[in-house]
């Protein structure tokens, strides 16, 4: 299980962190914290030197009703900051959470290496399309709505059987049009309540049935801090706990805000798994 970022074939077979950098102002744990060049770099480099393979930024913050952030305002945050990290480590493979298909053309022409899209490219039309211009690898999350919406958006049948149906549908349309390395994110607190996130990651391992790497997003989430009754800044232990079972049920990536801490979880995953 491969894919291709910027020439360079990644074996996910074996999991991979992909560190978590926020440029928003307004995100749920981080907001604000990267201030200047200088933090971000050392945030870049304290990632990269603790084993993350891959570095998630993000300028338009999609926790639930997150302030919405003109197409203008994200590329006048993210094209910068994909400038500054990729002159100072040139071989670090960006992630672009954006949804929209203009960032992630702008965001791929500046050096990044793959598109992690919280709508998995129904928030805008021409979004799959230009993934496949681009040949680049394509993170597809569920998610209904909008980050605006979601919240209102819980009802489901059978949360697990449509999901799968969503991902079918969706990756269908990808690899229509030529979309080959293809990532799911099922989405944990994206249109789904608490009980329901605790159902999707029970119910994991159904997802290898798509036979697509599989990354999961649930690093410091209020599925935790709530569960456990304290904050996302306490909220790291419970995160390593979660990410454990996930990498049990068939998790690829984990995308996490504390990578060291994630690489420890897959090196003793992987130490009991092969005894």
Request: proline share 3%; with cysteine; hydrophobic share 40%.
């Amino acid at each position: 299980m491969t894919i291709n970022c910027k020439g360079k074939l990644i074996d996910l077979t074996s999991p991979k962190v992909m560190g978590i950098l926020n440029i928003t102002p307004d995100s749920f744990y981080d907001g604000g914290q990267h201030k200047n060049d200088r933090d971000v770099l050392k945030h870049v480099e304290l990632m990269l030197t603790s084993g993350a393979t891959f570095v998630d930024i993000g300028a338009y913050s999609s926790r639930p009703n997150a302030d919405h952030v003109s197409e203008t305002d994200e590329l006048k945050r993210i094209l910068p900051i994909i400038h500054l990290i990729l002159k100072e480590f040139p071989k670090v493979l960006l992630s672009i959470d954006t949804f929209r298909s203009n960032v992630a053309k702008q965001c791929i022409e500046a050096g990044a290496a793959l598109i992690n899209d919280i709508s998995a490219g129904k928030l805008d039309d021409n979004m799959l399309q230009t993934i496949a211009n681009l040949h680049v690898p394509y993170i597809m999350m569920h998610m209904r709505g909008t980050p605006q919406t979601m919240l209102q958006k819980t009802d489901y049948d059978d949360i697990i059987k449509d999901m799968l149906f969503y991902f079918s549908e969706r990756i269908a349309a990808a690899k229509q049009l030529g979309i080959i390395d293809i990532i799911v994110d099922p989405g944990f607190g994206f249109a789904k309540a608490l009980e329901q996130n605790y159902e999707l990651l029970n119910k994991l391992e159904r997802f290898k049935t798509i036979e697509k790497p599989l990354l999961v997003g649930i690093s410091r989430k209020s599925m935790i801090y709530k569960t456990l009754e304290t904050s996302a800044k306490e909220s790291l232990n419970g995160t390593s706990v979660l990410n454990t079972i996930a990498l049990q049920k068939g998790a690829s990536i984990l995308r996490v805000h504390d990578v060291k801490e994630a690489m420890e979880c897959i090196k003793l995953v992987q130490s009991v798994v092969s005894h």
